[in-house]
């Protein structure tokens, strides 16, 4: 009897254990896995950060709505200009992660490859080159897109480095791969209430809110569909698998994101 008590002690902690960890990933934080390069150098391809489900009080895709019939409804905490957020693509359901740039009610426009928020360009200055091997990256296998063209397989793959500062003073990094590029000129989008405006790091290669709904692109963001803010890197992967141990890369451990 002892023996089968202690089974059931056992049994009865491991299910704990499994609700807690199920009710923290819902509530808390969700792990997310970079898959593309549209967030680059910010975030790379293989990076494994956590989502801070939090962050702005729980929506619809943060929160399931019989643990919280609330979500939807409530924005406890505005999103900042600057922050990187992972969201629910409002059309085909998949889950992205890009940079916050508009505000509701804010106009967001490019003009030759520089960035307007309510008609002021944002400050911009050289920050050197980005450089990475020409190589399949992530599961998928892509290869990136680089300035130098044409590069050989592994060779090094540059994008010109830009450091730009949005208003209220956050500084990040943006890349740039070609001038005149395909978004590099749009119209003026003016951000509509509870709604967002959200673009990539990687400006030329970026699937994000410059290109509508209707055309496989982001379009506005509505704040349901926004998940939780990206805070840190657990660690990162340069190989098909995260499993991928000698493809880790160390100096990326616990790094903020900004």
């Known amino acids: 009897m002892q023996a089968a ?53 729980y929506s619809r895709y943060s929160c ?3 643990l919280c019939p609330f979500s939807g409804r409530i924005l406890a905490r505005m999103p900042q200009r600057g922050d990187v957020v992972v969201f629910r693509h409002p059309i085909n359901g998949e889950d992205y992660i890009k940079r916050l740039i ?3 009610g804010d106009t967001v426009q490019m003009k030759d490859g520089l960035l307007y928020i309510n008609g002021a360009p944002v400050e911009v200055e050289p920050a050197g080159t980005f450089t990475e091997a ?26 010109d480095r830009f450091i730009e500062t949005l208003p209220g003073g956050l500084r ?18 003016t951000v509509p209430p509870g709604e967002f405006f959200f673009m990539g790091d990687n400006r030329d290669n970026s699937e994000d809110s410059r290109f509508p709904q209707s055309q496989g692109g982001v379009g506005f963001v509505p704040f349901q569909y926004l998940i939780g803010r990206a805070d840190r890197i ?6 098909r698998s995260l499993l991928d141990v000698w493809d880790w890369r160390w100096d990326r451990t616990l790094m903020a994101v900004r």
């Open 234 to 239: 657990v660690f990162s992967s340069a190989g």
């Open 134 to 159: 020409m190589l399949p990256q992530g599961p998928t296998g892509a290869m990136p897109r680089c300035r130098n063209v044409p590069v050989p397989r592994g060779g090094p793959c540059e994008n």
């Open 5 to 57: 008590g202690g089974i059931l002690d056992t049994v009865r902690t491991v299910v704990m254990a499994l609700l807690i960890a199920v009710l923290f990933r819902t509530l808390c934080f969700q792990p997310f896995w970079i898959p593309s390069g549209s967030m680059k150098d910010t975030l790379l391809v293989g990076d494994f950060l956590f989502v801070n489900k939090m962050a702005y009080g």
């Open 172 to 189: 990040h990094d943006i890349l740039n791969t070609e001038d005149d590029g395909f978004a590099d000129n749009t119209q003026v989008f």
């Open 64 to 66: 399931p709505m019989d």
């Open 102 to 104: 508009g505000l509701p």
